[in-house]
């Protein structure tokens, strides 16, 4: 099977559908290998634009909504990124991309959290293979208190969905910095585009409504 005949096929429908808006955007999509970071069994279905099993009760984010959430970021070359929920790794990828591998002389970074291990392993052995480890540090733990270590962050991406906005998550934003996270239940919720403004003041969009696996932990769900 040809999978680059797929994805730019796949790619194609989604800068037609308006998802794609940036050239960055769609050349990430267009290089980072979604089958690399499905199960075996569903390889072939690594250009549906479908969310896909991984294990554990967890998902692969359908492409469209990895490129919109991606597009709502705004991630720049040299910026510092955090994930929350690594899963498969791909998002990561699409992430290091753009921040990291096209970034000439700028040294940006994704980190990104998962909290179960497992998943974790899978995501960091899918992104030795596919040779993005470099521009990523896969850490295991509850992400909805971000990951102090190594804040201030340019941007946080948040692929489970929360009750409310992580208080952790904008103290460890820098002032300019973007959040993008799905907020609500586990019926419905809405993708929620967070700028900082400066140290008190927050402004936030709410963008489209979407369906994510809820964030588990000290500011998600317990
Ligand atoms: N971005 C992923 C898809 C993630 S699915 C991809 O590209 O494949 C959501 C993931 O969030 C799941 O793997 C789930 O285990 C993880 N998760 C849920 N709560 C979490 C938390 N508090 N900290 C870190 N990861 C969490």
């Not at 998802?19 to 979604?34: C, D, G, H």
Request: aromatic share 8%.
């Amino acid at each position: 099977m040809d999978f680059s005949i797929e994805r730019r096929r796949l790619v194609e429908k989604l800068v037609m559908e308006g998802v794609i808006r940036s050239e960055k955007v769609k050349k990430a999509m267009l290089s980072v290998p979604r089958e690399e970071f499905v199960p075996k069994e569903y390889k072939r279905w690594a250009y549906f634009d479908e969310p896909l099993p991984i294990g554990f009760g967890q998902t692969i984010s359908a492409p469209h909504m990895v490129a919109l959430m991606t597009e709502a970021l705004d991630p720049k070359p040299g910026d510092k990124t955090l994930e929350i929920g690594t899963g498969s790794g791909y998002q990561a990828a699409i992430l290091a991309e753009i921040v990291a591998k096209n970034s000439l002389n700028k040294e940006g970074h994704v980190y990104t959290i998962e909290r179960i291990p497992e998943l974790a392993e899978f995501a960091r052995r899918n992104l030795e293979r596919t040779s993005y480890i470099r521009y990523v540090t896969v850490i295991v733990g509850d992400g909805s208190l971000g990951y102090s270590k190594e804040a201030s962050y340019d941007g946080i991406i948040v692929t489970a969905a929360a009750p409310d906005i992580p208080k952790p998550l904008i103290e460890q934003l820098v002032v300019g910095g973007r959040l993008v996270i799905p907020v609500g239940d586990s019926g419905l919720q809405r993708l929620y585009i967070v700028t900082k403004k400066d140290n008190n003041t927050i402004d936030v969009k709410e963008d489209i409504y979407c369906l994510f696996v809820p964030l588990i932990g000290k500011y998600g769900w317990k």
